[in-house]
């Protein structure tokens, strides 16, 4: 015979004194509970979520998307957490911020100081080495963690691919331009459900160095990004995953002129935004976000162990209903030293 909860509970109290008695008490209501089939189960992790997928836009500036028409950027924005003042390292090239974003930490960790870099010509070695003889990445700490999993990236700019474990990715696809990239990354998401989705696109530093960082043809390209990920986004929705997935969208470096690599505010300052399931909604973010901790946001929201070589941290502030441990937190406003 099957019983409700409510039932249940009167049958208990209707009985004898001893058998209600709180140490005895709770223990038969749960035997109860289980029996008739009524135990909720365990809840997910806090952060966690089935998807995530990265649009790392090449040499997108906070300034790019104030000065063009970003209707899909603005949307996330708003129903997410974001910044407009995370940080890139130094220097501010793109290989060295790629992979500071993917793997956890600096280049001072990887070892990835320039875009001259190879896996076989460096100088600074890295102070561990993953898979692939490189440091580790958010892709092999995901294949670690979640053995069965899809994994897939597709990038727009050819050197992204030597950053990667590929062994550890099913897919890794170097595309051709941006269209191609989004085609190509939308088809996987449809046919693999992938639990982490990686998208690089190249061509608004491609107008960044063409004709210069807040030109109009820099503009437009910030545009076409902004239609480009706002596809990604509607796939999500049509699908079905917008409950279990989060789309995060930053970038390796800003520029100034025709270039970048200095030390500028305009070459170290990048957007971070993450829109999605478990993500705080309207939320402009007050501590510190540096890339490098996109990959450790990555992990926990997939709810998996971080490479323990890693500097970077989850962005908890982003997180709803996150609890922050005192590793996680970060002053809200700089500390003066006298």
Known sequence: MNYSVLELWILLMRSEPRCYQLPTFCVVLVMLLASSGQVARAAEPEGAAKHVIVIGVDGLAPFGISSANTPALDRLCEQGASTMHARAVMPTSSSSNWASMIMGAGPEQHGITSNEWERNRFEIAPVVKGSEGIYPTMFSAVRKG????????????????????????DLVVDADGPVDAIDRSTEFWNSRNPSLLFIHLDHVDHAGHAEGWGSPDYVQAVQLADRLINQVVTVVEKTGHKSDTVVIVTSDHGGVDKGHGGSTMAEIEIPWIAWGAGIRTGVELKKPVNTYDTAATVLRLLDVPAPACWVGRPVTEALSQSKQSEDDAAPSEPVAVE
């Open 146 to 169: 979640l053995p069965t999993s899809a994994i897939g990236v597709f990038h727009d700019w050819g050197g992204f691919g030597r950053l990667v474990e590929s062994e550890s990715c």
